[in-house]
C-alpha cells in the first residue's frame, strides 16, 4: 500500500495539518485515499463515543469513507500521553485492532496516510512503543518539524531515532508555527543540509491553514510516493 506514515518532532506541531493535506493532495492527483488516527488522547464525548479532533479532520479530508472505530481504534478523552490515558480506563492499546482497522481502512483505497501521535518515542503501552506500529504498517515515515527554536536538536534527534528504528525516512515537511521564529531561512537551510533526505513540502504560517493551500504545497510529497 502506498502512503505515509506521518510523526513530528513534538505535539502540537501540524501532524494533522499535514495528514490533512496529503490527503486532499493524493485525491487531488486522482487517488483514492484514506486517512487513520491508530491513536488519539484529547477527545469530546458524543452520543457516539468519544470523537478526537484530529481524527474527525482526516476523515473529512479522505475520499474513501470508512466508520470512525476504523479510522480511530483507540480514543481517550484525557488529553495526556496515549498510555497514561489508557491506563485510566484499564485498557491496553495492542497492535491486533490497529492491525485489523487497517486492513479494512485499505479496502477501495489507493493510498493511506496514518497520523502518529504525540512525538516519535511516544509510550503506548509499558511493552509498545509508537516505533512499533509504524514497523507493523510498513509505511514509509513521514516528518513534521515545526520550525521554531529548537527544531535542529528535535528534527535531527528524531531523523537519527526513525533511522536506528529501522524504518524508512521519506521526507520531510518544514511548518511554520511560530510568526517570530528567527533566522527561518538559516534553520532551513541546515537542516535540509543535516537531515539527508528530501524536503517534501514546505508550509508557512497560518493561524487558520486552508486545506487546499496545505494540499498544493505537499505535491511534492505525492509525487514521491512509493
Not at 171 to 200: C, H, K, M, Y
Request: some cysteine; glycine content about 10%.
Amino acid at each position: 500500500m502506498r502512503g505515509y506514515f506521518v510523526t513530528g518532532t513534538d505535539t502540537g506541531i501540524g501532524k494533522t495539518r499535514v495528514s490533512a493535506g496529503l490527503l486532499k493532495a493524493m485525491s487531488k492527483s486522482g487517488l483514492k485515499s484514506a486517512g487513520m488516527k491508530p491513536v488519539a488522547s484529547g477527545a469530546e464525548q458524543t452520543a457516539g463515543g468519544p470523537r478526537n479532533e484530529d481524527a474527525l479532520a482526516l476523515m473529512a479530508a479522505a475520499s474513501v469513507k470508512k466508520p470512525y472505530a476504523v479510522v480511530n481504534p483507540y480514543c481517550f478523552l484525557p488529553p495526556v500521553a496515549p498510555h497514561l490515558a489508557a491506563r485510566e480506563v484499564q485498557v491496553e492499546i495492542g497492535l491486533d485492532p490497529i492491525r485489523s482497522a487497517y486492513a479494512e481502512l485499505c479496502l477501495g483505497a489507493d493510498a493511506v496516510v496514518v497520523e502518529g501521535v504525540g512525538g516519535w518515542q511516544v509510550p503506548l503501552s509499558e511493552t509498545l512503543e509508537l516505533p512499533d506500529l509504524a514497523r507493523e504498517l510498513e509505511l514509509p515515515v513521514l516528518l513534521v518539524v515545526g520550525m521554531r527554536l529548537g527544531c535542529l536538536n528535535h528534527a535531527l534527534l528524531t531523523a537519527r531515532a526513525i533511522r536506528a528504528d529501522g524504518l524508512e525516512f521519506a521526507g520531510w515537511v518544514a511548518n511554520a508555527i511560530d510568526p517570530d521564529f528567527q533566522r527561518p531561512e538559516a534553520n532551513l537551510a541546515t537542516l535540509s543540509a543535516a537531515l539527508n533526505a528530501p524536503l517534501l513540502g514546505q508550509l508557512g504560517y497560518a493561524a487558520r491553514p486552508q486545506l487546499d493551500e496545505t494540499a498544493a504545497a505537499l505535491e511534492k510529497a505525492i509525487q514521491s510516493l512509493a
